[in-house]
């Protein structure tokens, strides 16, 4: 089955410094891979994802993310973030074993932007 | 607007007492999903219906219940074998396909005194 790590839980910054949050995934024959952002007490929005093609994607607010087959990666990163981009991330990752269609989460990271 | 829609926002419940958390989703999508969430601790996930009338149960389904008469609907009950039931609970949807992208609601906190 596959499996997703976060491989940091916070990660404090100052505002319009740039920020990576990194994500490890186990290796698979296909792989889909997302990241998801959740404001406090609300629901999971996606931010981006990537099925094929290109292995660098983009959303529309600034941030991107690199599809690494080799190292089985798919970090996230802005060059400059704002106050606004404080909230946990989520990365997944699709898991069709067993003919079930399930995401596989990782236990997320707490952004945190500083003035 | 299509979406989903999780209710209550808020639950409170005595223990002991079985409570049902209702899900709804008008994005004509087949497969949905309840997980669990605790700090620290990502999302687990409970149960997942991929067609009308079937369910699986996910990872941590024990004190659970859900069914699925209704493509729109998937409500679950949290029943009092669940031993830690407060927490914050999320559903989701999605079109069976290759990548299974999910469509959250905005979820439930359930709070057990």
């Known amino acids: 089955a596959q499996s997703v790590t976060q491989l940091d839980s916070q990660v404090p910054v100052f505002e319009e410094a740039p920020v990576e949050l990194r994500c490890n995934y186990s290796?698979?024959?296909?792989?889909?891979l997302f990241w998801y952002v959740q404001y406090p007490n609300q629901g999971l929005q996606l931010l981006l994802k990537?099925?094929?093609?290109?292995?660098l994607v983009e959303s529309i607010n600034g941030f991107e993310a690199e599809f690494n087959k080799s190292q089985t990666s798919f970090h996230l990163r802005k060059p400059s973030v704002h106050i606004s981009d404080t909230a946990e991330y989520f990365c997944a990752v699709s898991d069709l074993s067993h003919g079930a269609q399930k995401l596989v989460f990782g236990q997320g990271t707490r952004l945190t932007i500083n003035p | 607007d299509g979406g989903i829609t999780q209710s209550p926002k808020y639950l409170f419940r005595k223990e002991g007492q079985n409570v049902t958390l209702s899900c709804e989703q008008n994005?004509?999508?087949?497969?949905m999903y309840w997980y669990r969430q605790d700090p620290g601790q990502g999302l687990r996930l409970i149960y997942y219906s991929q067609i009308v009338n079937d369910f699986q149960k996910g990872d941590i389904a024990e004190g659970y219940s859900v069914s699925r008469e209704k493509k729109e609907s998937f409500p679950l009950t949290v029943t009092s074998a669940q031993k830690n039931p407060t927490a914050f609970y999320l559903c989701a949807s999605s079109i069976p396909g290759a990548y299974n992208e999910q469509f959250f609601g905005p979820g439930t906190r359930l709070t057990v005194l």
């Open positions: 994005l004509n999508h087949d497969a």
């Open positions: 290796s698979s024959v296909s792989v889909y």
């Open positions: 990537y099925l094929s093609g290109s292995t």
